[in-house]
């Protein structure tokens, strides 16, 4: 009864690499969404995926993120060209409908680091 | 713009009293609430929602009270255990909604 499996846990990285973090959802979820935890802040909505489609990228910075969920494997969030900015807790989480008022599972976060 | 705010960034209580979080909203759409509790090095898990028809709901050792006048809600525990340290964010969302938005969390420490 696996929940929200997240990879890498922690991810170092130096200005100009490209991160790319991988979410596994519960199983029977189709709904995949990817928060952003700054230093001392709360967590930011960045985008909301189902199965192949992109539904709200809203939260997302324009340049260098992108993300996907295939229709097999994980989601997986992009960051190309990092910079000192990006470092931050991502954290992915799913649900079995796309509605916020059903609790989100939410995964144990990859903690970012760009030197 | 921070719509959900947490002006606490930290309480402390003593084992077996109450513990108090407070939370405020400014987005009038909001119309339902959740807690989630975090823990270090996990990602948080939910605790307690509310929806705006209700002022209040219970779930055993937790309450959660919403004055949507005030545009303010509080979670309470009570008795407070040692396990209930960490960090609580509030967060709200509107009717057919499926993004939430967060507090900046309190961290709870409940001594012994």
């Known amino acids: 009864n696996a929940g929200v499996m997240q990879n890498p846990r922690h991810l170092v990285r130096r200005r100009g690499q490209e991160a790319r973090l991988r979410c596994s959802p519960m199983?029977?979820?189709?709904?995949v969404y990817w928060y952003r935890q700054l230093p001392e802040e709360g967590l930011k909505f960045m985008v909301y995926l189902q199965k192949e489609n992109i539904i709200d990228e809203s939260g997302m910075p324009k340049e260098r993120f992108s993300a996907e969920f295939p229709k097999e494997g994980p989601s997986i969030l992009r960051i190309q060209q990092v910079v000192r900015g990006d470092s931050a807790a991502y954290f992915c989480a799913s649900s079995p409908t796309g509605w916020a008022n059903e609790k989100l599972f939410f995964g144990s976060g990859t903690q970012l680091s760009v030197l | 713009d921070q719509q959900v705010k947490q002006n606490s960034p930290s309480l402390s209580v003593q084992e077996g009293r109450i513990s108090i979080l407070n939370c405020d909203y400014t987005n009038s759409m909001f119309d339902y609430f959740l807690w989630y509790k975090k823990y270090p090095a996990e990602g948080p898990t939910f605790l307690i929602s509310i929806s705006s028809i209700k002022d209040k709901n219970e779930d055993g050792r937790f309450t959660v009270f919403l004055n949507k006048s005030a545009k303010h809600l509080s979670l309470h525990i009570v008795p407070s255990q040692p396990g209930d340290s960490a960090v609580y964010f509030c967060a709200a969302s509107g009717s057919n909604d499926y993004k939430l938005s967060f507090g900046a969390g309190t961290t709870v420490t409940v001594r012994a």
């Open positions: 199983k029977g979820h189709s709904h």
